[in-house]
């Protein structure tokens, strides 16, 4: 697996490519360092040492296989039989770990000793700081002004972790600018500096690379249903979209299995026609956002418009190239979930299940009543988190 060899139509190409969007849109400056990722990822990845610190990790580290979870009360609801992913159960209480570790054991590889990131909410910058800790690199994050003083507790755990948080205080201060300022940081600094994206986004090979490392979802969940149901096939799979490393991980196994329908739920915000939402596909058009082309929301004249969400990592006003062709050419069904709907989901899931999500699996969730599965029919959730850093926000609905 050392170039790529994809025959599959939702797969990536070798020019970086889902159908009509992704590719490589930087500065002439970054060249050299996005060029020596796309030249040696494929590579490094399949290297057996590479591959057995990985898996080690993500046994041992994160707690994986997360559990598959037959959810008999919220199945019993909807009159179907409904499954989660527990990704909620990873270390850091996320995904992005998964993520994360795959992109920092690469960065040794290629021989960087220091990492940089850009964070909004500051998950991705908690998952950051945790490997960079793990593995004793330095570890630089931007993250806006705003968002500094929005998000204290998330700034304290990269202190903690032994991270130095850099304050974005061009532009509107937020996550747009955070990456400004850590691709800037990248172009100083080629030689001894990973920069670690935190979802499917980004230049090629990016959104490529992190979906890889997030397969591991989808994966275990054909093992698991396999050994539960005698199938490895379900009839859906849903998952939340902020840029949509939740969902590539929980749909890349299934792509070519076209009998199972992939599902993503994206931030409506307060309503699509509301003026708030992050409902990307439904407001957006083609156009260049961090390094890739894809589906972005934007004014006629092409400034990106900010994105508004009940949930800070869905706050994105793009999504990844990926998702741009599973919507454009009809592989997975999108459905834009209001703030209510999110915050009605997590309290059923509490009280039905035990199980306090994150705001942005509450909208994985919340696609339940329009999906009308059947009885007999298979649903996959992916519980991309857990709720513990959302209790402020559901404080004020109890
Ligand atoms: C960051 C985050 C998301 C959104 O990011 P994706 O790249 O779309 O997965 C979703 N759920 C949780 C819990 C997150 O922390």
New binding site residues.
């Given amino acids: 697996m050392t170039a790529l060899q994809n025959q599959s139509a939702y797969q990536v190409n070798e020019r970086g490519y889902y159908g009509q969007f992704g590719g490589a849109y930087i500065p002439e400056m970054l060249y050299p360092n996005v060029e020596e990722l796309r030249d040696n990822y494929l590579k490094i990845i399949a290297q057996p040492d590479f591959q057995e610190e990985f898996q080690g990790l993500l046994r041992d580290y994160v707690g994986r296989p997360t559990p598959l979870y037959l959810a008999q009360r919220l199945s019993d609801k909807y009159n179907t039989t409904i499954y989660l992913k527990r990704e909620d159960l990873c270390h850091t209480g996320?995904?992005?770990i998964n993520n994360t570790i795959g992109q920092i054991l690469l960065a040794k590889r290629l021989g960087k000793q220091k990492i940089v990131a850009e964070t909004g909410a500051g998950?991705?910058g908690v998952a950051t700081a945790t490997v960079c800790a793990l593995m004793g690199m330095e570890c630089i994050v931007y993250m806006g002004e705003i968002d500094i003083q929005r998000q204290a507790p998330n700034v304290a755990r990269m202190k903690m972790l032994g991270a130095e948080v850099r304050p974005a205080s061009s532009g509107s201060k937020t996550l747009k600018d955070a990456t400004n300022e850590a691709m800037r940081h990248w172009i100083n600094n080629p030689t001894d500096t990973h920069y670690i994206i935190g979802?499917?986004v980004g230049p090629h090979p990016y959104p490529d690379m992190v979906a890889r490392f997030q397969s591991v979802i989808s994966e275990e969940i054909k093992k698991q249903l396999l050994e539960k149901t005698g199938s490895e096939l379900p009839d859906y799979v849903i998952a939340?979209?902020?840029?949509?490393?939740?969902?590539a991980g929980a749909f890349y196994h299934f792509l070519d299995d076209e009998s199972v329908k992939l599902v993503a739920a994206e931030a409506g915000g307060h309503g699509i026609t509301s003026g708030l939402s992050a409902a990307t596909t439904f407001l957006g058009k083609i156009g260049v956002l961090h390094g890739s082309k894809s589906i972005l929301m934007q004014t006629e004249d092409g400034q990106v418009v900010e994105p508004h969400s009940i949930s800070a990592?869905?706050d994105y006003p793009g999504i990844g190239p990926m998702h741009a062709h599973l919507h454009d050419s009809h592989r997975a069904l999108f459905y834009a979930i209001t703030d209510d709907e999110s915050i009605a989901s997590a309290m059923e899931l509490s009280k039905l299940e035990g199980i306090i999500p994150?705001l942005?699996?509450a909208h994985a969730l919340a696609v339940l009543p329009y999906l009308k599965a059947a009885p007999n029919e298979t649903v996959v959730i992916n519980l991309?988190?857990r709720g513990d850093k959302d209790l402020a926000t559901y404080m004020k609905y109890l």
């Fill in positions: 996320a995904h992005k998950q991705h979802s499917v939340c979209v902020g840029g949509g490393s939740n969902a990592g869905l994150a942005e699996s991309s988190g």
